[in-house]
């Protein structure tokens, strides 16, 4: 965790530019983030370890709230586009498959 904080001059540094609001998508800072510590920084040991014992707890907090918080109802009427969305994804896994082995 203590790793994120070396990001905090840079951060507050760029919010100071006054360019206006500095927006970060936060799945796109955490791949950034977890690129840089293990690629860059070759601390891909700790953050696994870091991981590895924060992770299942969150996990199992977010899928429960979330589970908890789900209308069943709402699945009888987003099952269609579910099956499209996974047979989309299935068609197109095995084309670029197949157009990258050849």
């Known amino acids: 965790?203590?790793?994120a904080f070396r990001f905090e001059p840079f951060a507050r540094a760029a919010m100071a530019?006054?360019?206006?609001p500095c927006w970060i998508e936060p799945m796109l800072s955490c791949m950034l983030a977890g690129s840089l510590v293990c690629n860059?920084?070759?601390r891909r040991h700790e953050l696994h370890l870091l991981l590895s014992?924060?992770?299942p707890d969150v996990l199992?907090?977010?899928?429960f709230t979330t589970g908890g918080a789900m209308d069943s109802t709402l699945l009888l009427?987003?099952?269609p586009a579910a099956?499209?969305?996974c047979a989309a994804r299935i068609v197109s896994m095995y084309v670029g498959a197949k157009a990258g082995a050849s």
């Open 1 to 3: 965790g203590r790793y």
């Open 17 to 20: 530019m006054d360019a206006g």
């Open 40 to 42: 860059d920084w070759r």
């Open 53 to 55: 014992s924060t992770m």
């Open 60 to 63: 199992l907090f977010f899928f």
């Open 77 to 79: 009427t987003a099952w």
């Open 83 to 85: 099956v499209g969305l």
